[in-house]
Structure formats: structure tokens, C-alpha cells
């Protein structure tokens, strides 16, 4: 039977219900959460990006937000948030990965300025000390939740180099709010990994260039900390959401090679994405990206899409 719009809100908000050992301001909520903000018209312009901030750890973040054209009060529409890399004020991730087109409501969060005053994310070893940036994208989707119309089955994340990194600590510590993961060129630091010991399956998809001259692909130190190998790190993933092995490979095209990971538990599927030859770029970039070659080959930002849409939170609830 297909639903009304209004009808769809009303089945999205009664499929959650918050546990009732939940306080007014828990530290970080790992669990579906309702949508109240359906049916406000206190929404930002639609197709627009504009500078938005909330209060978190004490301290005022910013984001960018940018809605998409048909965005109605009345429809839950599915999230990605996209991390920029250290440096970076999420204008470049919004510039160079094409999300704003996707139809979803595009965030883009601003990470806090750590070592020589560059922005990063929390689980770097030039991360500002003592930021909870965990909190702080909690603290976030409960405000884009409780004044927007967000699906709380379709809330996803992607991002870029240490963004990545962040991401896949998400992965760790948000896993039953977040549905999937997507993650180019990332700076996996040891940090990355925090709380995956006992941490649910997960989807994630990644992808990363063989020349990549910030992150080595096969492994090195960064900073002073070492990274991983792609395909260790990969294969980690695999292990962590009890997949089948080995992974089937595919070539696509000339420079890039598929692995995937499939047979997982709760459907919780890894995909890497090989780029021969490609630098610390997001492949299908619209604009620059980062140092070295970026492929055309694949477009990350419709593959991640691709990815997301099959991989909603609803039938993971038990991850």
C-alpha cells in the first residue's frame, strides 16, 4: 500500500521511540531517534546553502546546510553528512564531491582548530585536545531532527582524509544512528578505532588511490602515527561485520579495481575501491580535490549514493 505523504511522516515517526533511561541531554545517542521537526516551515531556503551553528560541549560549532530543491516539511528525506579533511572548512568537500545534488539534505560540519591552528577532527593526532566531535554530530542530528523533516532510517556519512578518519570512528561510536559510511582517501590513525571492540557491524564503503602521496596506501607514519595498509584496514572492517571471505574483486575500467566483502552479518557490506595511480583526490572530483591525479572513471559521490540508499538503518536494528 503506498502511503500519503503526511502518512509517511506519521509511519516514519511511530517506527522510534526513544528508551526510556534517556535523559533530556544525554552525552551521545546511539539509537534512533524522532524526527519532530516534520511537518516545520522554519526551514532554510531549498537549494541554497546557507551557514548554520549548535551548541555543543559548550562550545558554538558551525555546519553548513544546504537543502535540496525538493525538500517539502512534510517528507522524511534522507541526510549524508560529508567531513572535510584537516585544513578544510567544509566549503571544499561541499565544492569538489557534488553532494549538494544528491537528494538529500546535504551537512557539512566545521571541524575545531587544533595543532597550528588548522581544522581537524577528533581522533587525529593534531585534533584539538579535549573536543568531543562525537558529541558534537549527536548534539547535531538532534537539532537537524527536531527542525527539519530527516528520515531517521537514511542518515548516512562520507568524508575525505582525516574527515574519512572521523567517519570511520563514527562507524565505531555511532553505528545504530547512522545507517552507512563512506569513506576517500582516509587518514586512518589508531584513534580511528575507538570503541570497535564491542561496536556493531557496520556498512562502509571506501575508497583510496595507490599514488596517494599524503596517505600511503600500503601503509606508513603520518605525523608521527602509523597508518595501515588499505587492504588491512579493509579486510579489519570485513572481520569486524563477520563477512564471508575472501572478497570478490572486479575491474572497472583501466585504474580502478572493486573488492567487496558481501555475506555480511545485519547486510553490513565493505566495498574498497582500488585507484590505480590516482593521489589524495576524490575520484569523479568536480573541481580540484587534493595533491595528485583524481580518476573520472567512477564518481565516488554516486557510488557512495548508490551505496547508501541500499543500506538504510531499518533491518539493522539488532546489529
Given at each position: 500500500m503506498r502511503l500519503t505523504p503526511l502518512a509517511a511522516v506519521a509511519a516514519a515517526v511511530a517506527a522510534f521511540a526513544v528508551p526510556a533511561t534517556a535523559s533530556a541531554s544525554p552525552a551521545v545517542r546511539d539509537y534512533p531517534v524522532l524526527s519532530t521537526g516534520c511537518l516545520s516551515h522554519q526551514a532554510p531556503p531549498v537549494g541554497a546553502t546557507t551557514h548554520e551553528t549548535v551548541t555543543s560541549g559548550g562550545l558554538e560549532r558551525e555546519y553548513l546546510l544546504h537543502l535540496p530543491a525538493g525538500y517539502?516539511?512534510?517528507?522524511?528525506?534522507?541526510?549524508?553528512?560529508?567531513?572535510?579533511?584537516?585544513?578544510?572548512?567544509?566549503?571544499?568537500?561541499?565544492?569538489?564531491?557534488?553532494?549538494?545534488n544528491l537528494n538529500a539534505i546535504a551537512v557539512y560540519p566545521v571541524g575545531a582548530k587544533g595543532q597550528d591552528d588548522q581544522r581537524a577532527w577528533e581522533s587525529a593526532p593534531y585534533a584539538a585536545p579535549g573536543v568531543d566531535d562525537v558529541k558534537f554530530v549527536s548534539d547535531l542530528l538532534d537539532k537537524l531532527q527536531s527542525t527539519l523533516c530527516v528520515d531517521p532510517n537514511r542518515i548516512y556519512a562520507t568524508g575525505k582524509s582525516n574527515g574519512a578518519g572521523f567517519v570511520s570512528l563514527l562507524a565505531c561510536q555511532l553505528p545504530l544512528r547512522i545507517a552507512a559510511f563512506g569513506t576517500i582517501a582516509g587518514a586512518f590513525y589508531p584513534g580511528t578505532t575507538t570503541g570497535c571492540a564491542t561496536s556493531p557491524p557496520a556498512p562502509i564503503v571506501d575508497f583510496h588511490g595507490t599514488a596517494d602521496p599524503t596517505i600511503k596506501y600500503d601503509g606508513d607514519v603520518s605525523h608521527g602515527v602509523a597508518t595501515p595498509a588499505l587492504m588491512d584496514w579493509a579486510q579489519n572492517w570485513a572481520d569486524h561485520n563477520h563477512c564471508a571471505a575472501p572478497p570478490t574483486q572486479t575491474q572497472i575500467g583501466a585504474d580502478v579495481i572493486q573488492f567487496?566483502?558481501?555475506?555480511?552479518?545485519?547486510?553490513?557490506?565493505?566495498?574498497?575501491?582500488?585507484?590505480?595511480?590516482?593521489?589524495?583526490?576524490?575520484?569523479?572530483?568536480?573541481?580540484?580535490?587534493?595533491?595528485?591525479?583524481?580518476?573520472?572513471?567512477?564518481k565516488a559521490t554516486q557510488v557512495i549514493w548508490d551505496f547508501f540508499t541500499t543500506h538504510p538503518l531499518t533491518g539493522h536494528l539488532s546489529r
Open positions: 517539502q516539511p512534510f517528507r522524511p528525506t534522507p541526510v549524508v553528512m560529508a567531513f572535510h579533511g584537516r585544513k578544510g572548512d567544509g566549503s571544499d568537500i561541499e565544492a569538489f564531491s557534488g553532494i549538494d567487496s566483502w558481501n555475506g555480511c552479518v545485519q547486510h553490513a557490506n565493505v566495498t574498497h575501491y582500488r585507484i590505480l595511480g590516482a593521489g589524495h583526490t576524490w575520484p569523479g572530483e568536480l573541481v580540484d580535490s587534493g595533491p595528485g591525479s583524481a580518476t573520472q572513471t567512477i
